[in-house]
């Protein structure tokens, strides 16, 4: 009976053992992060944008797209520009997409923001057909534009305030 009482005793300063030695591996673990942080000669890290999920190159302009929005960064000096001009506000931009008419198009999310001839437009009624947020722009050979699982079909034209257009998920189709 007497050997039993030492066990708890032993299991919790075993267990704190495990503890202490885990905190020192996550410790170096961040130190190795840190020094690994060091950047290849010629390389620049530019901030901010603090988190980019999305880069397309517009022009001479760099867009990048993160938890912050939509910032433009000159390509050939490094030089944040923030939001492209007229731009709306938007936030946690998940994809960017020029597609092949020049129209910039922004997973954000509240859904899809596009960019034609200097106009910008919200497209409100592509946020009902999702299942989540908008997180996937392609396009596809046939030039049609697609947000996660939906295509938007020809014709359309583009106001100032919405995106008019139709839209149809595409179970059945294929690039």
Same mark, same amino acid.
């Given at each position: 009976?007497?050997?039993?009482?030492?066990?708890?005793?032993?299991?919790?300063?075993?267990?704190? $053992?495990?503890?202490?030695?885990?905190?020192?591996?996550?410790?170096? $673990?961040?130190?190795?992060?840190?020094?690994?942080?060091?950047?290849?000669?010629?390389?620049?890290?530019?901030? @901010? @944008?603090? !988190?980019?999920?999305?880069?397309?190159?517009?022009?001479?302009?760099?867009?990048?797209?993160?938890?912050?929005?939509?910032?433009?960064?000159?390509?050939?000096?490094?030089?944040?520009?923030?939001?492209?001009?007229?731009?709306?506000?938007?936030?946690?931009?998940?994809?960017?997409?020029?597609?092949?008419?020049?129209?910039?198009?922004?997973?954000?999310?509240?859904?899809?923001?596009?960019? !034609?001839?200097?106009?910008?437009?919200?497209?409100?009624?592509?946020?009902? $057909?999702?299942?989540?947020?908008?997180?996937?722009?392609?396009?596809?050979?046939?030039?049609?534009?697609?947000?996660?699982?939906?295509?938007?079909?020809?014709?359309?034209?583009?106001?100032?305030?919405?995106?008019?257009?139709?839209?149809?998920?595409?179970?059945?189709?294929?690039?």
């Amino acid at each position: 009976m007497s050997g039993r009482r030492w066990y708890y005793p032993l299991a919790v300063l075993a267990l704190a $053992l495990v503890i202490w030695r885990g905190c020192a591996v996550v410790s170096d $673990l961040a130190r190795t992060r840190v020094q690994r942080g060091r950047l290849p000669a010629g390389w620049t890290l530019i901030r @901010p @944008p603090y !988190e980019t999920s999305a880069l397309v190159l517009d022009g001479e302009l760099v867009l990048s797209g993160g938890r912050d929005g939509l910032c433009a960064i000159d390509e050939a000096t490094g030089t944040v520009q923030g939001s492209p001009p007229g731009a709306p506000t938007l936030r946690y931009v998940r994809d960017l997409l020029l597609d092949s008419r020049g129209r910039l198009w922004v997973a954000h999310s509240r859904g899809v923001a596009v960019r !034609e001839g200097g106009r910008w437009a919200d497209c409100p009624q592509v946020s009902r $057909l999702l299942a989540g947020p908008a997180t996937a722009l392609c396009e596809d050979r046939d030039g049609r534009i697609w947000v996660n699982d939906v295509v938007l079909n020809e014709p359309y034209t583009s106001g100032p305030a919405a995106y008019v257009g139709s839209w149809e998920i595409g179970a059945d189709e294929y690039f």
